[in-house]
């Protein structure tokens, strides 16, 4: 009879625990989607963790619970954001080239690549933040650049296409930061469509 009761009791602690851990695991998912509307928002400076976890609608404590600092809580607000950016490129079905160049365009003119800017930008005069960033940005930058590979259908043994695929990258980047200051669409179509040319002549 005790056995029975010790496994009963086993069971109702393992389903009891399960909503717990959802419950934890939407919790984070919630702050760190507020961490990173506040950094595209507010920048470095407005973004402290107190104004992040009022806006997950949860307490400051149990927001410092997930992320006891607050370079591990940004940290991981942009590591989450790399993951989305490289899910929404391997998403993309097959297609032609220049809507691949576009694809790549938005990646970084979009909220996400606003979030992980003013991260670097805090990175840049935080010693703490600094190496975590770098190390973060440089895994996701060979992360994006094979996705581009593949993506493009580009022969990297071919002299010039690597250079070519990291360049559109570089291009993509810059038009990211020349988006934080002022949103030039007509611009940014005409630099799309000549880069779509530049890149079918190089990798055909």
Same mark, same amino acid.
């Given at each position: ?43 470095? %400076? ?16 149990? %927001? ?13 607000? @942009?590591? *989450? @954001? ?25 990646? *970084? ?5 606003? %979030? ?55 291009? %993509? ?17 005409? @630099? ?13």
């Amino acid at each position: 009879m005790g056995a029975v009761t010790s496994a009963a009791s086993g069971t109702s602690a393992a389903a009891s625990k399960k909503p717990q851990q959802d419950r934890s695991r939407a919790t984070r998912q919630r702050l760190l989607e507020a961490a990173v509307a506040c950094l595209a928002e507010r920048g470095w %400076a407005g973004s402290t963790v107190s104004v992040v976890a009022e806006r997950a609608g949860v307490s400051r404590g149990a %927001a410092q619970h997930h992320f006891p600092t607050r370079e591990d809580l940004f940290t991981a607000a @942009v590591e *989450y @954001v790399a993951e989305e950016r490289s899910q929404a490129l391997r998403a993309l079905p097959p297609q032609d080239r220049t809507a691949v160049v576009a694809a790549l365009v938005d990646l *970084y003119t979009g909220p996400l690549f606003r %979030a992980a800017l003013h991260l670097w930008v805090a990175a840049s005069n935080e010693e703490q933040l600094r190496p975590r960033v770098t190390e973060l940005e440089a895994r996701v930058g060979r992360e994006t650049h094979r996705i581009a590979v593949r993506l493009l259908n580009a022969d990297e043994s071919r002299p010039g296409v690597r250079e070519t695929v990291q360049g559109l990258l570089d291009m %993509a980047r810059g038009l990211g930061l020349a988006n934080l200051l002022t949103d030039d669409a007509a611009r940014r179509r005409r @630099v799309v469509t000549q880069w779509s040319e530049v890149v079918e002549q190089a990798l055909t």
